[in-house]
Protein backbone atom coordinates (compact mmCIF):
# COMPACT_ATOMS: atom_id res chain seq x y z
CA UNK A 1 0.00 0.00 0.00
CA UNK A 2 1.13 3.50 -0.58
CA UNK A 3 1.86 6.39 1.92
CA UNK A 4 -1.16 8.15 -0.23
CA UNK A 5 -3.68 5.14 0.65
CA UNK A 6 -2.18 5.31 4.22
CA UNK A 7 -2.94 8.78 4.59
CA UNK A 8 -6.22 8.63 2.95
CA UNK A 9 -7.35 5.90 5.35
CA UNK A 10 -5.88 7.59 8.78
CA UNK A 11 -8.07 10.77 7.25
CA UNK A 12 -11.19 8.61 7.12
CA UNK A 13 -10.55 7.06 10.46
CA UNK A 14 -9.91 9.87 12.45
CA UNK A 15 -12.10 11.99 10.69
CA UNK A 16 -14.82 9.09 11.86
CA UNK A 17 -14.08 10.18 15.51
CA UNK A 18 -13.98 13.69 15.26
CA UNK A 19 -17.41 16.02 16.64
CA UNK A 20 -19.29 17.61 13.47
CA UNK A 21 -18.33 21.39 14.94
CA UNK A 22 -14.57 20.00 15.01
CA UNK A 23 -14.72 18.94 11.54
CA UNK A 24 -15.98 22.44 10.58
CA UNK A 25 -13.46 24.40 12.21
CA UNK A 26 -10.19 21.94 10.90
CA UNK A 27 -11.90 22.30 7.45
CA UNK A 28 -12.57 26.13 7.24
CA UNK A 29 -9.29 26.54 8.35
CA UNK A 30 -7.27 24.43 5.93
CA UNK A 31 -9.31 25.84 3.05
CA UNK A 32 -8.66 29.64 4.28
CA UNK A 33 -4.63 28.61 3.97
CA UNK A 34 -5.55 27.47 0.11
CA UNK A 35 -7.34 30.50 -0.38
CA UNK A 36 -4.84 32.51 0.89
CA UNK A 37 -2.07 30.91 -1.85
CA UNK A 38 0.50 30.56 0.04
CA UNK A 39 1.65 27.30 -1.97
CA UNK A 40 2.09 30.23 -5.06
CA UNK A 41 4.37 32.17 -3.11
CA UNK A 42 6.36 28.85 -1.86
CA UNK A 43 9.67 28.09 -3.75
CA UNK A 44 9.28 26.33 -7.16
CA UNK A 45 11.05 23.84 -9.54
CA UNK A 46 13.92 25.83 -11.09
CA UNK A 47 14.39 27.90 -8.08
CA UNK A 48 17.09 27.93 -5.88
CA UNK A 49 17.29 26.32 -2.42
CA UNK A 50 18.55 28.97 0.51
CA UNK A 51 21.49 27.25 1.95
CA UNK A 52 20.93 26.77 6.08
CA UNK A 53 22.30 25.18 9.17
CA UNK A 54 20.13 23.73 11.54
CA UNK A 55 21.10 20.81 14.24
CA UNK A 56 19.78 17.50 14.37
CA UNK A 57 17.98 15.81 17.10
CA UNK A 58 21.39 16.04 19.04
CA UNK A 59 22.23 19.43 18.52
CA UNK A 60 24.51 18.60 15.42
CA UNK A 61 24.88 21.31 13.06
CA UNK A 62 23.74 20.31 9.45
CA UNK A 63 24.45 22.85 6.60
CA UNK A 64 23.10 22.11 2.73
CA UNK A 65 25.51 22.67 0.95
CA UNK A 66 28.14 20.08 2.65
CA UNK A 67 25.17 17.66 2.34
CA UNK A 68 24.88 18.53 -1.82
CA UNK A 69 28.64 17.72 -2.57
CA UNK A 70 27.69 14.32 -1.78
CA UNK A 71 24.90 14.03 -4.16
CA UNK A 72 21.28 15.40 -4.32
CA UNK A 73 18.81 16.40 -1.06
CA UNK A 74 15.76 15.28 -0.03
CA UNK A 75 14.03 17.62 2.13
CA UNK A 76 11.00 17.34 4.02
CA UNK A 77 8.99 19.84 5.81
CA UNK A 78 6.69 18.62 8.48
CA UNK A 79 4.73 20.20 11.60
CA UNK A 80 5.24 17.99 14.26
CA UNK A 81 5.31 14.64 16.55
CA UNK A 82 2.36 15.75 17.48
CA UNK A 83 0.72 15.54 13.91
CA UNK A 84 -0.31 11.49 12.70
CA UNK A 85 -0.17 12.64 9.43
CA UNK A 86 3.65 13.67 9.88
CA UNK A 87 4.41 10.23 11.71
CA UNK A 88 3.02 8.30 8.89
CA UNK A 89 4.98 10.11 6.55
CA UNK A 90 8.28 10.21 8.16
CA UNK A 91 7.92 5.84 8.63
CA UNK A 92 7.33 5.93 4.57
CA UNK A 93 10.17 8.04 4.41
CA UNK A 94 12.18 5.43 6.83
CA UNK A 95 10.82 2.67 4.36
CA UNK A 96 11.99 3.87 1.84
CA UNK A 97 15.53 5.32 2.55
CA UNK A 98 17.68 2.55 1.04
CA UNK A 99 16.26 3.39 -2.49
CA UNK A 100 16.95 6.87 -1.50
CA UNK A 101 20.53 6.62 -0.57
CA UNK A 102 20.96 3.80 -3.43
CA UNK A 103 20.43 6.91 -5.81
CA UNK A 104 22.92 8.67 -4.19
CA UNK A 105 20.89 11.33 -2.16
CA UNK A 106 20.74 12.46 1.38
CA UNK A 107 17.51 12.66 2.93
CA UNK A 108 16.51 15.25 5.94
CA UNK A 109 13.14 16.50 7.80
CA UNK A 110 12.76 19.70 8.85
CA UNK A 111 9.97 20.83 11.86
CA UNK A 112 9.52 23.82 14.19
CA UNK A 113 10.19 21.24 16.97
CA UNK A 114 12.67 21.86 19.58
CA UNK A 115 15.75 19.60 19.69
CA UNK A 116 14.47 17.19 22.24
CA UNK A 117 11.15 17.16 20.78
CA UNK A 118 12.89 16.34 17.37
CA UNK A 119 15.07 13.50 19.36
CA UNK A 120 11.36 11.96 20.69
CA UNK A 121 10.74 12.07 16.70
CA UNK A 122 13.67 10.16 15.85
CA UNK A 123 12.98 7.57 19.16
CA UNK A 124 9.47 6.91 18.52
CA UNK A 125 9.53 6.42 14.54
CA UNK A 126 12.93 4.62 14.90
CA UNK A 127 14.22 7.20 11.80
CA UNK A 128 17.52 6.89 10.84
CA UNK A 129 17.81 9.96 8.67
CA UNK A 130 18.79 13.49 9.90
CA UNK A 131 16.03 15.50 11.93
CA UNK A 132 16.14 18.69 11.76
CA UNK A 133 15.04 21.49 14.16
CA UNK A 134 13.82 25.19 12.49
CA UNK A 135 13.03 27.23 16.04
CA UNK A 136 11.32 29.87 14.66
CA UNK A 137 10.68 28.51 11.08
CA UNK A 138 13.68 30.74 10.04
CA UNK A 139 14.40 28.03 7.18
CA UNK A 140 10.95 27.29 6.33
CA UNK A 141 10.04 30.98 6.02
CA UNK A 142 12.85 30.99 3.61
CA UNK A 143 10.92 28.43 1.32
CA UNK A 144 7.80 30.22 1.50
CA UNK A 145 6.13 28.09 3.91
CA UNK A 146 5.29 29.27 6.72
CA UNK A 147 1.61 30.66 8.49
CA UNK A 148 0.08 31.20 11.33
CA UNK A 149 -2.99 28.84 13.20
CA UNK A 150 -6.15 30.38 13.62
CA UNK A 151 -7.37 31.33 16.86
CA UNK A 152 -10.49 29.03 16.56
CA UNK A 153 -8.01 26.47 14.92
CA UNK A 154 -5.91 26.64 18.62
CA UNK A 155 -8.73 25.97 20.77
CA UNK A 156 -9.09 22.84 18.82
CA UNK A 157 -5.99 21.68 18.79
CA UNK A 158 -5.67 22.40 22.77
CA UNK A 159 -8.52 19.98 23.38
CA UNK A 160 -6.95 16.92 21.35
CA UNK A 161 -3.68 17.89 24.24
CA UNK A 162 -1.42 19.32 21.05
CA UNK A 163 0.49 22.11 23.12
CA UNK A 164 2.63 24.11 19.89
CA UNK A 165 4.28 26.19 22.06
CA UNK A 166 5.72 23.56 24.05
CA UNK A 167 6.73 21.64 21.46
CA UNK A 168 8.03 24.79 19.12
CA UNK A 169 9.53 26.64 22.19
CA UNK A 170 7.65 29.81 21.34
CA UNK A 171 4.33 31.30 21.11
CA UNK A 172 3.53 32.20 17.56
CA UNK A 173 1.66 29.25 16.58
CA UNK A 174 3.03 29.42 13.54
CA UNK A 175 3.68 26.19 11.29
CA UNK A 176 5.17 25.03 7.64
CA UNK A 177 2.87 23.57 5.51
CA UNK A 178 3.82 20.50 4.51
CA UNK A 179 6.43 20.27 1.68
CA UNK A 180 8.97 17.68 0.34
CA UNK A 181 11.70 18.97 -2.19
CA UNK A 182 14.72 17.08 -4.21
CA UNK A 183 17.38 19.25 -4.48
CA UNK A 184 19.84 18.88 -7.25
CA UNK A 185 23.71 19.16 -6.62
CA UNK A 186 23.67 22.75 -7.90
CA UNK A 187 21.36 23.86 -4.87
CA UNK A 188 17.86 23.89 -7.31
CA UNK A 189 14.77 22.57 -6.88
CA UNK A 190 14.49 19.67 -9.43
CA UNK A 191 11.08 18.63 -7.78
CA UNK A 192 8.61 20.70 -5.03
CA UNK A 193 5.15 19.27 -4.14
CA UNK A 194 3.44 22.14 -1.91
CA UNK A 195 0.19 21.63 -0.63
CA UNK A 196 -2.07 23.59 1.48
CA UNK A 197 -4.05 20.15 2.88
CA UNK A 198 -1.92 19.01 5.87
CA UNK A 199 -3.53 15.21 5.31
CA UNK A 200 -1.73 14.92 1.92
CA UNK A 201 2.12 14.34 1.38
CA UNK A 202 4.78 13.46 -1.58
CA UNK A 203 4.44 9.45 -2.16
CA UNK A 204 8.02 8.55 -1.70
CA UNK A 205 7.62 6.39 -5.16
CA UNK A 206 7.51 9.80 -6.62
CA UNK A 207 10.72 11.24 -5.06
CA UNK A 208 12.40 7.81 -5.97
CA UNK A 209 11.07 8.38 -9.41
CA UNK A 210 12.36 12.35 -9.03
CA UNK A 211 16.10 11.28 -8.05
CA UNK A 212 15.83 8.47 -11.02
CA UNK A 213 15.58 11.17 -13.55
CA UNK A 214 18.13 13.51 -12.09
CA UNK A 215 20.50 11.00 -12.74
CA UNK A 216 19.63 10.68 -16.20
CA UNK A 217 19.96 14.70 -16.92
CA UNK A 218 23.34 13.99 -15.08
Known sequence: MSLTQDLNNLRSKLQAN?????????DKATQELANSAIVNKSLKVG?????????????????????????PVVISFYRGQWCPYCNLELRALQ????????????????????????????????LTFEVLSDMGNRVARKFGLVFTIPEELRSTYEGFGIDLPANNGDESFELPIPATYVIASDQKIAHAF??????????PAEILAALRKLQVVA
Not at 18 to 26: A, I, L, R, S
Request: charged fraction near 20%; avoid cysteine; proline fraction near 8%.
Open 47 to 71: DVAPNFVLSNAVGYPVELQSLLKAG
Open 18 to 26: FPENTKVVM
Open 194 to 203: VDADYTKRLD
Open 95 to 126: QSLPEIKALGATLVTISPQTPDNSLSTVEKNE
